[in-house]
């Protein structure tokens, strides 16, 4: 029986073996992992997002809220019709829009508007939002989501490209999160994405963020 | 020795398995755990077996691709023959095979099973239901239509809560930015390579120590387990009163494994496959995506948490439970395991059960969703505007035109997430009535903005006449004694 101390030559060679398919693993593991996690880094820059047209800004009469639809700048050639988008547009007037994501601020599920009563509602847990996207009441914590939108050459454009989630980046920057206690002011986040430079300001934050 | 035992001979002159299996199958097992209560896990496993049969049949036609999934779903369910009966069997056999999951769970909680020493057999089957279910929701989002699309979007947007990591893990569990072709595929490697592999090599585990550890005995009470000398007691009890597995216990396994089976294939054959609903197209937004049966108690409760508990409860809940889960058999490794003395247990078990029967149940109709089809031209019933003056009568033109009954009911129809408003004149008054109409409150959006001065007062006229006849509506009664006695001091 070879003493505790020593190392056997084949002892030696098996430590090697095991060593040599250690390094042989990490190695092959870098390009495992880094497809792996490839749908996360190829938004480092947000580079998901961009500008994309939801129609000309005759088609959005002032003081109403109308669905458009828009195809998602980033696509693969089996989406089918998963690209294909929806969001609901309101005109306050002028040149001063609303862009609402479809997707409650709850859970995700497509909100639907309702001209009589002035509500988004939520045909699935129950979520309802004022006309201006502040939180009427339901299990959402937070108003609707929306998008920066622009108004050029006539023509309406949103800054889209990811789903809009509870926990998303853009979400928390954008979209109205009324103060506690202020339910029933209607609070309006109107202001706050008034001028295109203004959005441009916030959508700098967004960068520095992921 | 014939021929077809000298062909066996040859074959296990090189495979050495006739000795191990013949020990399998001959191994004794206490005699009264030949039961009808233990037959459950071998049950699951047929209609596992079932499952990974029919899921590759399915897979000779089903193209996993964001644009032809629906219509590959569509053409087995109409154009290829049978096709529709496999996707039943399949679809149905995923509803059993949790069903059955989780009733052997119970069984083998109940019956003091998961103690010493087969704390490692119920933790590996924790992981056996993790799987099944994360089969059943992948299985979901397979069947590529509306109910999977935003179902993706509810996953997404629950994973997008957890701190700092949120919108990475959303990124990774859809492939990318949006639920698209990227986010199916991943879905079908889960579904069809990655979670059943895995269910594979843990059910063979989960079998592997149920033969080394033996069968639980039937629960004596008062037999109380130790670690010291249980093992002892077991083999004694084998061998005093054990009888080989086969075909002692067997039979009642194979019958109803037998007639699980049958109960699947009637199912599927008189009952049909599931979906697939409408197309995924994500601009089609006339859709109540609803999840699979055995998610439905999670949707119900997503309904009811209160906002701000709904994050952490979603977060911690899980990690809560499967924690307990995992810990159990080290909490409560010794002691008592028959039922009828483990009343906190009995208690336990009946009281989840209660919670997701009542959560499944309320899911079934979602009375905290509004009518999302009720329209303004649903007229307020005739029997409510008898004798109505013409105030109250254009009070009720604002209750239809305003879409009240999305969420209140008046006589049969309107939505349930409001309370009734068949008798709301005697709960309000007219100032309470005023106030709840313009400032909401109490879950109910304000309606402030939305209503003029005219139309207010005449809603609210319209409200005060719901009162059942004979009984008197709410007043004001500080106002009632301040006009008496400004009449009694004229």
């Given amino acids: 029986m070879a003493d505790q101390n020593t190392l056997s030559r084949r002892g030696l060679f098996m430590k090697m073996g095991i060593l040599f398919n250690g390094l042989v693993a990490t190695a092959l593991a870098v390009p495992i992992v880094g497809f792996l996690l490839s749908s996360i880094t190829r938004g480092r820059a947000n580079a998901y997002l961009s500008w994309v047209p939801l129609g000309p800004i005759k088609d959005f009469p002032e003081g109403e809220t109308r669905l458009a639809t828009f195809t998602n700048p980033y696509m693969t050639p089996t989406d089918g019709k998963t690209v294909e988008t929806a969001c609901w547009v309101r005109r306050v007037e002028g040149e001063q829009f609303q862009v609402f994501a479809i997707n409650c601020a709850h859970l995700g599920c497509p909100v639907r508007w309702f001209p009589q009563s002035g509500l988004f509602m939520c045909p699935c847990h129950g979520g309802a939002y004022y006309r201006d996207g502040s939180r009427a009441s339901g299990p959402p914590e937070r108003g609707l989501f929306e998008y920066p939108y622009r108004v050029q050459d006539g023509m309406v454009r949103i800054q889209a490209g990811e789903l809009p989630t509870p926990g998303s980046p853009t979400a928390s920057l954008f979209g109205n999160k009324p103060p506690c206690g202020a339910r029933n002011e209607l609070v309006s986040i109107e202001s706050k994405l008034s001028t295109t430079s203004e959005t441009n300001a916030l959508l700098g934050k967004t960068k520095t963020w992921a | ?54 899921g590759i049949l399915l897979a000779l036609i089903y193209v996993p691709s964001a ?48 103690k010493f020493p087969r704390e490692l057999t119920w ?23 509306q109910d999977a699309y935003w179902g993706l979007g509810i996953g997404a947007s629950i994973a997008s809560r957890v701190p700092i990591a949120g919108p990475i893990i959303v990124k990774l569990m859809l492939g990318g930015p949006i639920i698209a072709g990227a986010t199916l595929t991943r879905f079908f490697a889960l579904h069809v390579f990655v979670i059943p592999g895995m269910l594979i090599g843990f059910v063979c585990l989960h079998l592997l120590m149920v033969l080394k550890l033996g069968i639980n005995e039937w629960p004596m009470p008062g037999r109380l387990v130790k670690r010291a000398t249980y093992e002892n007691e077991y083999h004694q009890l084998t061998r005093k009163d054990g009888a080989p597995f086969v075909p002692y216990a067997v039979w009642k396994d194979l019958f109803f494994a037998a007639f699980i ?27 109540v995506p609803k999840p699979d049966y055995f998610f439905l108690w999670l949707y119900g ?28 058999p080290f909490l409560s490794g010794e002691g008592e395991k028959s039922w009828r003395r483990r009343p906190i247990a009995v208690l336990t078990v009946l009281l989840i059960a209660i919670i997701l029967g009542t959560l499944t149940h309320l899911a079934g109709y979602t009375p ?30 604002v209750f239809q035109a305003k879409q ?51 139309e207010t007062t005449a809603l609210v006229a319209f409200l005060e006449t719901l009162h059942p006849a004979g009984q008197t509506p709410a007043r004001d009664a500080a106002l009632d004694d301040a006009q008496e006695k400004s009449t009694s001091a004229r």
């Fill in chain 2, 1 to 54: 020795m014939g021929v077809i035992g000298q062909i066996g001979q040859w074959f296990d002159h090189r495979l050495q398995l006739a000795a191990p299996i013949r020990d399998t199958v001959e191994h004794p097992v206490p005699r009264n755990t030949a039961s009808w209560f233990y037959v459950f896990g071998s049950a699951a496993l047929t209609v596992f077996l079932l499952q990974l049969v029919t």
């Fill in chain 2, 67 to 114: 644009s032809e999934a629906w219509s590959s779903l569509q053409a087995l369910n109409h154009d290829v023959t049978l096709g529709w009966f496999i996707r039943a069997m399949h679809g149905w056999g995923s509803n059993f095979m949790v069903a059955l999951v989780l009733i052997h769970m119970v069984q083998v909680f109940l019956f003091g099973a998961y």
């Fill in chain 2, 123 to 145: 933790i590996v089957g924790v992981f056996l239901l993790l799987m099944t279910l994360g089969m059943a929701f992948s299985g979901q989002v397979l069947r590529f239509d």
């Fill in chain 2, 261 to 287: 089976l049958l109960a699947v294939a009637a199912c599927a054959m008189y009952l049909g496959p599931f979906g697939p609903t409408g197309r995924p197209d994500p601009t089609i937004i006339q859709t």
């Fill in chain 2, 301 to 328: 409760l997503l309904s009811y948490l209160p906002p701000s508990m709904e994050t952490p409860a979603l977060l911690i809940g899980p990690v809560v439970v499967i924690a307990f889960l995992v810990l159990l």
């Fill in chain 2, 368 to 397: 905290w969703s509004p009518h999302m089809n009720a329209w303004s031209g649903d007229p307020v019933p005739d029997n409510f505007l008898h004798g109505s003056t013409a105030l109250q009568r254009q009070g009720a033109l």
């Fill in chain 2, 404 to 454: 009240c009954r999305n969420c209140h009911s008046l006589g049969e129809g309107g939505g349930q997430r409001g309370p009734a408003l068949d008798s709301v004149a005697v709960r309000l008054n007219q100032d309470q009535l005023i106030r709840q109409v313009i400032q909401g409150g109490g879950n109910m959006p304000a309606y402030g903005k939305n209503l003029s001065p005219a």
